[in-house]
């Protein structure tokens, strides 16, 4: 036992050898709270990145009725994710707050890792908490652990075989799943040249965030606490944390 403080947790950086990824989350909005910034990177270095939103967030403002709502938040995520060079965003509607994890919603998420084909597949934290005691949210828990599933299911032919007509076929071509602000952490990306854009994105919620009354909650700093604090372990001002779920075997 000693006294000293632990150490900041050191990243390794993520590669960036790869062409094309597939963000798959529950809500508009999660990818804005810190991996958005590294979208914004990976897109101005000329790599595709599609969004995959499972629920539309209908849910997710007190003072606003779902079929109000989910429109409203449709067209916030469109518009942020434009603000980090993202320009196509599927919707799956399934209904947010009730997400859960089995067969259906890995066909659903197996459906559009065929029809996208990415290299790497994205996604935002998974685990109980998001670290301390900080619960995480039941609709993010279900969606990873069916993206990890989802992206095994999609490069075998014999799984949900009804999808492959119409020249669908089966894409067993993504080598990892990263989860952004996950607290098992071991890589980030640099994002302190596309910080602003991730914040840009951010504040596209405007519904969302006006709707969740947090007096004086300003974007930016908030980007800036979760970011700067990844900055650390890679040695730069700003960085996005991913926990990395390699596949394949070896
Ligand atoms: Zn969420």
């Given at each position: 036992?000693?006294?000293?403080?632990?150490?900041?947790?050191?990243?390794?950086?993520?590669?960036?050898?790869?062409?094309?990824?597939?963000?798959?989350?529950?809500?508009?909005?999660?990818?804005?709270?810190?991996a958005a910034a590294a979208v914004a990177r990976w897109t101005a270095q000329g790599k595709r990145v599609v969004y995959c939103m499972v629920t539309s967030g209908e849910a997710g403002i007190d003072g606003i009725h779902p079929d109000e709502c989910g429109p409203l938040r449709e067209a916030e995520e469109i518009a942020s994710a434009r603000a980090v060079g993202v320009e196509d965003v599927v919707f799956l509607r399934l209904p947010d707050g009730v997400l859960e994890y089995g067969v259906?919603?890995?066909?659903?998420?197996?459906?559009?890792?065929?029809?996208?084909?990415?290299?790497?597949?994205?996604?935002?934290?998974?685990r109980e908490t998001f670290g301390g005691s900080n619960l995480n949210q039941a609709d993010h828990i279900a969606v990873g652990k069916a993206l990890l599933d989802a992206v095994r299911d999609a490069g075998n032919r014999w799984v949900f075989p009804e999808q492959l007509?119409?020249?669908?076929?089966?894409?067993g071509g993504v080598s990892a799943v990263w989860a952004?602000?996950?607290?098992?952490?071991?890589?980030?990306?640099?994002v302190t040249d596309t910080f602003?854009?991730?914040?840009?994105?951010?504040?596209?919620?405007?519904?969302?965030?006006?709707?969740?009354?947090?007096?004086g909650w300003d974007p930016e700093e908030f980007l800036d606490g979760i970011l700067r604090a990844g900055g650390q372990g890679l040695g730069v001002t700003h960085a996005s944390t991913f926990e990395v779920f390699p596949l394949g075997w070896g």
């Open positions: 036992m000693t006294d000293e403080p632990a150490a900041p947790p050191s990243f390794e950086p993520l590669p960036e050898d790869w062409q094309s990824a597939l963000c798959v989350v529950a809500h508009p909005d999660d990818i804005e709270y810190g259906g919603l890995r066909r659903a998420i197996a459906e559009v890792v065929r029809r996208e084909r990415p290299d790497i597949a994205i996604t935002i934290n998974f007509t119409d020249g669908l076929e089966p894409w952004g602000g996950s607290p098992r952490s071991t890589h980030a990306a640099d602003d854009a991730g914040v840009a994105s951010l504040k596209e919620h405007r519904a969302y965030i006006e709707g969740l009354g947090w007096e």
